[in-house]
């Protein structure tokens, strides 16, 4: 605050002033939000669209574009303190699918994703060239400017990194390819320029503290961020959903389900080796979009169950009706898919890179394999097969840890860490 410490930080009591900034708001973001505005500790909120259900445009603005505002309300947050840069966004959002979609938004174009979180950016850091604040808490990709501004004024900078980090990420993709090329052309690219990294890289070097949803972020950084300044805060389940008891049926097939891009980086691949180690003994359900055209993946959607795009609730159906996920990430900062299917009362085979494996002990709630190993997961769901008891245990377990790890306890810690760091 103007450079100088502010009496809440100094004293390690008071009311505390923090700036949330992040240009969609997903759902780790919201509960974020609303864990400062639950603890007296939201000074503002700054998005790119802050939409307003009741607003007069929503009889005027197409129904397709409609659709997409709908989805940045945020009523987590008094109305009074949530501010919005919304032009470039706008743009964005309107040009999908159609022919100025590549002109104006592709990599790094001035209505790209990049070019609207550093319009969004330089927005944000003019605020707090002038707000009395404590602390910026903003997102990868869009705090280099607002964590400028805040050196400046000697307010403390926090940076949530939701991924793991982009260089260790890409050599990890790079020796995929060469361990295993017939799903390399399923494997995303790293797509930023090295001027991006480098923005990136300035982000990181201005955090006071880095905030990581898991072990595994926590990994990747290592090297690249001292580890006094990383904190662990791992997102939340959803409430625990009634399981319907189901009669013993002996000789049913195991009800495998997978939610995700169907891509190499979700461990796709070693998933459809393992279940082609087991025939008959189970069933597969793909709930996700193709990355790109595969022989081998086409042949299991066409095969298996293959549900491209599914309302989230039915997800949750979906989740209620099966016997286990299989998640077999070989990067993933966290996998919220995996806490909604704890919730549903459903064991996971996740890999250790599946962030939310933190959650998970082998054996209990599911079990925790190795990466790359087809072998692997074919073993833990043929364990499965032979043991439906175990099975029952696991998803009783699987709530239970649900109920521990949700949504609610997620934003108690965030503020309790937040505090305590402002107060250090």
């Not at 840069?85 to 309107?94: M, W």
């Not at 609207?116 to 400017?145: I, Q, T």
């Not at 087991?278 to 055209?293: A, H, I, K, Q, Y």
């Not at 070989?330 to 806490?339: E, N, S, Y």
Request: aromatic share 8%; hydrophobic share 40%; net charge neutral.
């Amino acid at each position: 605050m103007n450079g100088e410490e502010s009496p809440a930080a100094a004293t390690g009591a008071g009311k505390l002033n923090v700036l949330l900034s992040h240009p969609t708001g997903n759902q780790n973001v919201r509960n974020a939000l609303q864990s400062f505005a639950e603890h007296d500790m939201l000074a503002e909120f700054w998005t790119a669209i802050a939409w307003n259900p009741a607003s007069r445009w929503s009889g005027v603005v197409p129904a397709r574009l409609r659709s997409q505002l709908e989805k940045r309300a945020f009523p987590e947050a008094p109305g009074g303190k949530v501010h919005c840069a919304p032009s470039r966004e706008v743009v964005r959002l309107a040009a999908r699918g159609s022919f100025l979609h590549h002109l104006l938004c592709s990599r790094e174009r001035p209505f790209s994703v990049i070019g609207m979180y550093r319009h969004f950016d330089n927005k944000v850091a003019r605020r707090v060239e002038s707000a009395d604040l404590d602390a910026v808490y903003a997102y990868e990709g869009g705090a280099r400017k607002t964590f400028r501004a805040a050196k400046r004024r000697g307010v403390s900078t926090f940076y949530e990194q939701p991924s793991s980090y982009w260089y260790w990420t890409r050599n990890l993709l790079l020796e995929e390819a060469e361990r295993n090329p017939e799903y390399a052309g399923l494997l995303p690219t790293l797509a930023d320029s090295n001027a991006h990294l480098e923005w990136k890289d300035e982000e990181l070097a201005l955090a006071d503290f880095v905030f990581v949803a898991s072990e595994h972020v926590r990994r990747t950084l290592k090297g690249a961020v001292p580890d006094e300044r990383i904190r662990v805060v791992r997102y939340g389940a959803p409430p625990v959903r009634l399981r319907r008891p189901r009669p013993p049926q002996p000789g049913r097939s195991l009800r495998v389900l997978f939610v995700g891009l169907l891509a190499q980086n979700k461990g796709i691949g070693y998933l459809l080796d393992a279940i082609d180690k087991l025939g008959s003994g189970v069933e597969l359900t793909l709930v996700g979009n193709r990355f790109r055209p595969h022989s081998r993946v086409d042949e299991a959607c066409n095969r298996w169950r293959w549900l491209e795009n599914l309302p989230h609730s039915d997800v949750l159906e979906l989740m209620m009706e099966s016997d286990v996920l299989v998640l077999p990430s070989l990067a993933d900062a966290f996998g919220l898919v995996i806490t909604e299917a704890l919730a549903c009362g459903l064991p996971v085979v996740v890999t250790r890179n599946a962030g939310a494996s933190d959650l998970i002990e082998d054996g209990r709630e599911g079990f925790v394999v190795p990466i790359c190993s087809a072998a692997a997961i074919a073993d833990r769901l043929e364990k499965l097969i032979g043991d439906r008891p175990l099975l029952e245990e696991m998803s009783c377990n699987a709530q239970r840890t649900a109920a521990a790890n949700s949504w609610e306890s997620y934003r108690a810690a965030l503020a309790e860490t937040v505090r305590v760091a402002l107060c250090r």
